[in-house]
């Protein structure tokens, strides 16, 4: 019974510990579980006198390729460059030798001086005789002599890797780079072995098109079919299969079969008109005479930007079928909007309203209608009628609601506040299911604000409030009554509603915002910085009793080995990839990884841990939280109830030193600079969007470009810089840094302009009369106020983890 007892209030206990976010709360987790020495806090620098300076030790070869790698990930090649030729000069052990080589190869590939990169692996391995450090030396000559088109030399750098490194788990990537090699020397039969060799390990359909191509050349034709048909018959994407039809198509002429021929040429045109092979094949069989379905013709045309060319086609198409279903004249109506045509347009899609009440584009016609009317022909009493006029007509259709949202977001772009509110008024009553209803509730009530109609926004505002469950809806209801009641003098009412609002949904924008307006803080002033250096090490220990206790995990399961992920064939890999600096390849393949553990705590906190030893912060972040939601910790605030290691590595401090000089010579607050980098790219360095943006901060190239000519800095800058942490943090404040000063130091219109485009910011902040929380609800770009709204909680979660 005395035992029972005993253990029921050490649980009780240990509970209690849990319960706090602090750095104290950590320090009682690790001594309760530890009777051995603790660990030693981390040290701090104490600066020597000078009159009794003594000389430091020179750092070990071990310490400097720490430090050298540590420079390349944050893109500081010149101090990297200086540690490994410190490494060289201590005439260190071969693997140092090797790794200082590498190192100093990478640099000069990043910085496109291949011919120097080759140079230095030539000399470099004349110096290495073991296999494994020789390894990644010649995959990076391989890489060297692809990107100078030297295809022979790569062939043999990537023999050599092979041979060095038989059982690589790049086995599948090496192959079919040597395929490309190959092919590039026009030696196809050997491009096709190296591409045979390859499918032998898995299925991969772009490999396999390579192969068909490679027989294509032989003209090994009826291999090249055999390939083409086995793709077509299997999950082969649309642009795939249009590719192949084209590919077929060509082959047939080259063996005279020309029915066959334009057969897959029409197959291309007619299955998949969103393709250039398919527009190639259009032209082909333009060429040849052959009878084309003149509605699949304009739809080819239409997809190559071709308007003028698609019209005609359409126009074609409805005088040679008079029982055509109408959809022609919606091609028409959009050829014509992109021509600029926005009368005409307007008349082919009335045309689809008053004529095809069945078409499959019948809806769409309504909305392109009102859409020219708003946005072109700036006719919004007109554009708004447009929509509320289908909403009238077929209220029980699924578009009806989203209609007269629109029509209320069009009135209020025309300014026409009392209207907008209105018709978003109407919908929390006759669509109530309707997903945007209550969020149309709410900029009903902010319409009658800006207006300057304060009771009817406290009413419109009290009724959503009634109306709001979710902690994020009760914070934005409270804080916007507070601002009416602060805007008609009456203060205490104002304090109490923001102090409802603050309490609601810590960590939300909204809480946040009432927190700071009740503390006197502008938005973005923050406590005075006190740490910014965290000992990871140390949080690991704690973190691994925490996951004991929260896991019931038995002793015998090792937490600080990766067991398990060393069969893990992907894990192989992405460390082979991260080893051989291809680090957004080997990012891609931990985030594979992470996926297949996602309810595997245990093994989640393996890979973690191994993340956060090499630096690959993007997929331990998502690890991390990975983590913490299979424990219970859903809300972000609720996560701090965790040991501070999951939360220190979800809002890192990353290149600290960067940071700093960035503050202090831009201004921009470190909170906000990681804010604005867990936004951009979650910390990858190496990221691109589909947009173009690069790097950790997503700078556009052009953006790019203009500030390293404004900088005169980095010397031969090119794109690729911007995947440089150095620089993308240097690039980032620079600009900030301009657009705070442009707009007036607002740190709102600053974010605003560095998504948006300072054009689109001076717009907004002609309707926000000075006010930062009005400007974020006026802002027109949904994106937009989402990019503020987390950049802003991102920081004041910084401000939480990092101040105090």
Request: glycine share 4%; net charge negative; aromatic share 14%.
């Amino acid at each position: 019974m005395k035992f029972k007892i005993a253990t029921i209030f050490t649980l009780c206990f240990i509970g209690l510990l849990l319960c706090g976010c602090d750095s104290k709360r950590n320090q009682l987790i690790l001594g309760f579980f530890f009777t051995q020495t603790p660990v030693p806090p981390t040290a701090t620098w104490t600066p020597e006198p000078t009159q009794t300076a003594t000389p430091i030790p020179t750092p070990l070869p071990e310490f400097r390729i720490q430090s050298a790698e540590e420079f390349m990930l944050a893109g500081d090649y010149d101090r990297a460059w200086s540690e490994y030729e410190k490494i060289r000069s201590q005439n260190p052990r071969e693997e140092y030798v090797a790794a200082s080589i590498f190192g100093e190869s990478r640099i000069a590939f990043l910085r496109g001086k291949f011919d120097q990169c080759q140079s230095i692996l030539t000399e470099g391995l004349k110096e290495i005789s073991g296999n494994e450090n020789q390894s990644r030396l010649w995959y990076q000559k391989a890489e060297c002599y692809q990107a100078s088109g030297q295809w022979l030399d790569e062939l043999d750098a990537l023999r050599k890797f092979l041979e060095i490194s038989p059982d690589t788990s790049l086995i599948f990537d090496v192959l079919e780079r040597q395929g490309d090699a190959f092919y590039a020397l026009e030696e196809y039969s050997k491009a096709a072995e190296q591409y045979l060799s390859a499918l032998t390990l898995k299925t991969n359909n772009s490999v396999k098109i390579k192969l068909a191509d490679t027989y294509y050349a032989q003209e090994l034709y009826s291999e090249a079919f055999k390939v083409w048909l086995e793709i077509l018959s299997s999950s082969a994407s649309d642009q795939q299969k249009a590719s192949i039809c084209y590919r077929m198509g060509k082959a047939y002429l080259q063996i005279g079969s020309k029915e066959q021929a334009y057969s897959q040429f029409q197959e291309a045109v007619n299955q998949y008109p969103r393709y250039y092979d398919s527009y190639a094949s259009l032209l082909i069989l333009l060429e040849n005479n052959q009878p084309v379905n003149e509605f699949q013709r304009g739809l080819v045309n239409y997809y190559m930007q071709q308007y003028a060319l698609a019209s005609e086609s359409f126009y074609r198409y409805i005088a040679a079928e008079p029982n055509h279903d109408g959809s022609a004249y919606y091609y028409i109506g959009l050829c014509q909007m992109y021509m600029a045509e926005y009368e005409a347009a307007i008349t082919s899609f009335q045309k689809i309203i008053d004529e095809y009440p069945n078409n499959r584009f019948y809806v769409s016609a309504w909305d392109e209608k009102a859409y020219i009317q708003w946005t072109e022909l700036k006719r919004y009493d007109q554009a708004a009628q447009t929509l509320i006029q289908y909403a009238s007509k077929h209220p029980d259709q699924p578009d009806a609601a989203n209609f007269i949202f629109e029509a209320g977001r069009i009135l209020e772009r025309g300014n026409h506040l009392s209207d907008a509110a209105k018709q978003w008024e109407r919908l929390i009553d006759e669509y109530p299911l309707y997903e945007k209803s209550s969020y149309a509730l709410f900029l009903s009530g902010l319409s009658r604000f800006r207006i300057k109609s304060y009771d009817s926004a406290l009413a419109t505002l009290n009724r959503l409030l009634l109306l709001s469950t979710e902690p994020e809806e009760l914070a934005r209801a409270h804080f916007w009554i507070a601002k009416v009641y602060a805007e008609k003098g009456e203060k205490d009412a104002a304090d109490r509603y923001f102090h409802l609002a603050a309490e609601d949904d810590p960590s939300d924008f909204y809480s946040e915002r009432a927190s700071d307006i009740l503390s006197n803080k502008a938005p973005f002033e923050f406590s005075q910085l006190s740490h910014l250096e965290v000992n990871l090490r140390q949080e690991r220990q704690i973190a691994d009793q925490w996951m004991r206790l929260t896991f019931n995990l038995s002793s015998d399961i090792v937490l600080d080995q990766p067991d398990e992920l060393l069969l893990n064939s992907t894990y192989k890999a992405a460390n082979e990839l991260w080893n051989l600096g291809q680090y957004q390849e080997a990012i891609n393949q931990f985030d594979q990884i992470r996926l297949e553990y996602v309810d595997d705590p245990v093994n989640s906190y393996r890979l973690l841990n191994r993340l956060v030893d090499l630096g690959a912060w993007r997929p331990a972040v998502f690890t991390s939280r990975q983590i913490l939601t299979a424990a219970g910790l859903i809300e972000d605030v609720r996560t701090l109830s965790a040991p501070n290691y999951f939360n220190h590595i979800r809002y890192c401090i990353l290149y600290p030193e960067i940071i700093n000089d960035t503050y202090e010579t831009y201004k921009i607050h470190p909170f906000i600079l990681y804010g604005l980098m867990r936004q951009e790219s979650m910390y990858d360095p190496w990221i691109s969007s589909s947009a173009g943006a690069i790097g950790l901060m997503q700078i556009m190239p052009s953006t790019g470009l203009e500030i390293s000519k404004n900088l005169h800095w980095p010397p031969d800058y090119t794109d690729s810089d911007l995947q440089r942490a150095l620089v993308a943090i240097n690039f980032s404040g620079y600009y900030l840094e301009r657009q705070f000063s442009y707009h007036g130091g607002s740190y709102f219109y600053m974010l605003a302009a560095y998504n948006a485009g300072p054009g689109n910011t001076a717009q907004w902040i002609k309707l926000a009369n000075d006010d930062p929380d009005l400007f974020y609800e006026v802002i027109r770009f949904e994106e937009t106020r989402n990019y503020i709204e987390h950049v802003y909680e991102f920081s004041k979660m910084y401000e939480r983890l990092y101040t105090g």
